[in-house]
Structures are given as C-alpha cells and as structure tokens.
T-cell receptor, first 110, second 114 residues
C-alpha cells in the first residue's frame, strides 16, 4: 500500500524557471511532511518540511505548500538552478514512522 | 566528517548467508532509523530506535531481519538466511530530539544476494 505517491517520475525545467514537484497522500493521520533531495551514490538530504497545521513553509528558493483537504503537497523551486538536478522524495510521518514517495527526477536545463 | 556513516558500503553474499550492517549516527542524535530502498522506489521504513529502545519493529520485513542499538550509539541490522529479494540499498538515518526533527541519512549499504 503506497500511502505517499509521486505520480511524475521525471520533470525537466529550464534554468531560472519554476520547478513544481507534486506529492499526494492517502492517510489523513499524517501530521508532518518533508522533502528530500538525493544525488546518485548518496543518501537523501533534507530540504524542507511542513507541519500539518500550516499550509505553507518557505526557505530561500524552496517553498512547500500543503493542501490537507486534497491530501496534496507540492514543492516549488524558484529560480531553478542546474545544481538542483536530482531525485526529489516527499515523505510523510505518523507517530515517528516515515513513508516516502517513489521520487521525481528533476533535470534543470542550463 | 561528522555525518552518519555506514559500513560496509557494498556487500555481496550468497543466498542463505547471514549479513550484518553497521550504522554510526551523528554523535548527539538520540533517534536512529533503518530503511530499505529498492530500484525505482523511495526509502521504505523498517524500524527505529530512541536511544537504545526499539520503538517500532512491526515493519521489519520478516523475522529474518533484526536490529539492535545496544548502547544507544551505533546500530546493527542483521539479515539471516538472505534471499535474492533482499538485494537492495539499506539506509540509516539519525535525528536529534523529538519526532519531527529532520533526519540525516547515511550513504547506505548496497546488498547484492547472489
């Protein structure tokens, strides 16, 4: 049972434009959501998180939006840079257990 | 380097053998997590510790899998009687404080079962 889904396996964006990565979840008990970035041969690196009591969290070029009614969250990267090219995972937590999506591979084209 | 370390980075074993992986978390981190990641999937939660206490182990994949963190510092994940389906990347992560602090991941141990 895939409780966290990333339906776009890949995304290509021009440098300087906005990247929007999407994530859907099914469990209404999730109360904390995170985005991780992963480069090849490395473990995932934390990017940004959001509590279920908020609908937006911003950190520099990265903004996460949470729509609880739609059980949907998204990550916006503005402006996108070639160094942002990586696989992005969304994750959701319930009582200390974390569930990850399958990842979206982002390519930022110079 | 004071990040999460895992050893070995790669392990090749024959079906039926036992394997043990080690994870050294960031020193002040009290929570330690184990995940498995297969090709094209995200990390799959297996178990986690708060200090030496294993707080969740129901999601370990079978009774062939076990994990320990005897002194609340490093942890080991053992797989007994390995099967080809156990081939995957095994990731360890650690965090400090409460449930909602970010996890720092190690580079993983890639297991290949022949």
């Amino acid at each position: 049972d895939q409780q966290v889904k990333q339906n776009s396996p890949s995304l290509s964006v021009q440098e300087g434009r906005i990247s929007i990565l999407n994530c859907d979840y099914t469990n209404s008990m999730f109360d904390y959501f995170l985005w991780y970035k992963k480069y090849p041969a490395e473990g995932p690196t934390f990017l940004i998180s959001i509590s279920s009591i908020k609908d937006k969290n911003e950190d520099g070029r990265f903004t996460v939006f949470l729509n609880k009614s739609a059980k949907h969250l998204s990550l916006h990267i503005v402006p996108s840079q070639p160094g942002d090219s990586a696989v992005y995972f969304c994750a959701a937590s319930e009582v200390g257990q974390f569930y990850f999506g399958t990842g979206t591979s982002l390519t930022v084209i110079p | 380097d004071t990040g999460v370390s895992q050893d070995p980075r790669h392990k090749i074993t024959k079906r039926g053998q036992n394997v043990t992986f080690r994870c050294d978390p960031i020193s002040e981190h009290n929570r330690l997590y184990w995940y498995r990641q297969t090709l094209g999937q995200g990390p799959e939660f297996l178990t986690y510790f708060q200090n030496e206490a294993q707080l969740e182990k129901s999601r370990l994949l079978s009774d062939r899998f076990s994990a320990e963190r005897p002194k609340g510092s490093f942890s080991t994940l053992e797989i007994q009687r390995t099967e080809q389906g156990d081939s995957a990347m095994y990731l360890c992560a650690s965090s400090h404080g409460g449930l909602y602090n970010e996890q720092f991941f190690g580079p993983g141990t890639r297991l290949t079962v022949l």
